[in-house]
């Protein structure tokens, strides 16, 4: 189960920050190092609000709707009558019902946010849930394999001291022997502990960074064979983009607008090379990661009912995919290369209702069988 983090209260929009300058955005209780809170939960211990701040973020409330977070589920505002929770991940908010989360649950996060310093965390089932279990799951296991790899490194080293400072006999020759044989076996590449522990903080540093970049592109969306005119200025290429991302967007009736569009990759300073380079991929950047999901959710739809009189679209013409680190795009093609060898066993042994596709990070057979068939790969 995931664990929930202290939540933070609902800003004023832009059009009431005159009249309540005084009372703090969530941002600045972020710099300031205070605590969030849960909807519909009182100030956390040690902040006060005076009556007039109380007023002027009501009558903000009442000018405009907008200032509610969305649940990153349902779509649908966040409302100070109903029971929701801000991801410490991603920030977005996420009603209880819609996160499976009970009554009681929730009255112990809302409780357990009155603490100077929470015990409990939360992070959405979307994907921070996964995506935090792994990381604190890593650090564990390196945490353990520090403190053996320190235990074992002190007894081999108090070990040698040992016999460095008496008599030497056979059996304590023989077994050091064994001791260090058995540690360059393990370890060919280490000497001392200082080299495990580079090593172990190398991997932790290595972990941190790609869930830091995971977050970094959680709102983008990268669309693929996008036709590029390479002969145009900079500005008439990027009118010429947002046009055919304009269009997309239309094509697949979806809604939210890319608050930037870029090209990635440089273009060559040959002419030759130019005329024959392939389109660069172009990045598409969402406000928000649930704008990304709704777009991406939209696109997929729209292949699946595309028909033969609609191969001039240009979402026919193009692929859009998640924008993947390079830890991910490196998983991605060795379970590209996993389902290719699936599906040519299958076909060597003459397998006809196999069917293998890539389904969260597995190659899974979802092949419909005969009832009386005697085996299944």
């Known amino acids: 189960m995931s664990n929930p983090k202290e939540q933070r209260s609902r800003s004023v929009d832009d059009s009431a920050k005159m009249e309540a300058d005084q009372v703090k955005t969530p941002a600045e209780e972020k710099k300031t190092g205070k605590s969030k ?15 007039s701040q109380s007023n002027k973020i009501d009558e903000a409330t009442s000018i405009s709707d907008t200032q509610l977070e969305h649940c990153g589920t349902c779509g649908n505002q966040c409302k100070e009558s109903e029971n929701s ?19 009681a649950t929730y009255q112990l996060l809302k409780k357990d946010a009155d603490r100077p310093y929470a015990l409990l965390h939360y992070y959405c089932s979307r994907s921070c849930n996964k995506a935090a279990s792994k990381f604190l799951g890593g650090m564990l296991k390196l945490e353990c394999d520090v403190e053996q790899l320190k235990s074992k490194m002190g007894e081999m080293e108090n070990k040698v001291t040992n016999i460095q400072n008496g008599n030497f006999t056979d059996e304590m020759i023989n077994k050091i022997k064994d001791i260090n044989n058995e540690h360059k076996k393990e370890n060919p590449q280490l000497s001392n502990t200082e080299e495990v522990i580079k090593i172990l903080e190398a991997k932790n540093r290595d972990h941190r960074e790609e869930i830091d970049d995971k977050l970094r592109r959680r709102c983008n969306l990268i669309i693929f064979k996008a036709p590029e005119n390479t002969s145009l200025s900079t500005e008439e290429a990027k009118l010429k983009d947002d046009n055919l991302v304009m269009e997309i967007m239309k094509e ?44 991406l959710q939209a696109y ?11 191969v001039s679209k240009q979402v026919a013409k193009v692929s859009i995919r998640k924008d993947l ?43 419909k069988y005969p009832v009386d068939a005697a085996s299944r790969p």
Do not use: M
Not at 37 to 51: C, E, H, N, W, Y
Not at 300 to 308: A, D, N
């Open 37 to 51: 809170t849960t909807r519909g939960q009182a100030p956390p211990k040690g902040q006060t609000r005076s009556k």
């Open 85 to 103: 929770l801000q991801c410490e991940l991603c920030d977005i908010w996420y009603h209880t019902d819609c996160e499976n989360i009970d009554d």
């Open 252 to 295: 697949i009736k979806a809604t939210h607008k890319p608050s930037d569009t870029r090209r990635l990759g440089n273009i060559s300073q040959d002419k030759e090379s130019a005329t024959n380079q392939r389109s660069r991929p172009l990045r598409l950047t969402f406000p928000s990661e649930t704008e990304r999901v709704n777009v």
């Open 300 to 310: 997929h739809k729209t292949r699946k009912q595309l028909s033969e009189e609609d």
């Open 325 to 367: 680190t390079p830890q991910e795009r490196k998983e991605e093609e060795q379970l590209y290369l996993e389902l290719k060898s699936k599906k040519v066993q299958s076909e060597k042994s003459g397998d006809e209702y196999a069917h293998w596709i890539r389904s969260r990070g597995r190659v899974i057979n979802i092949g």
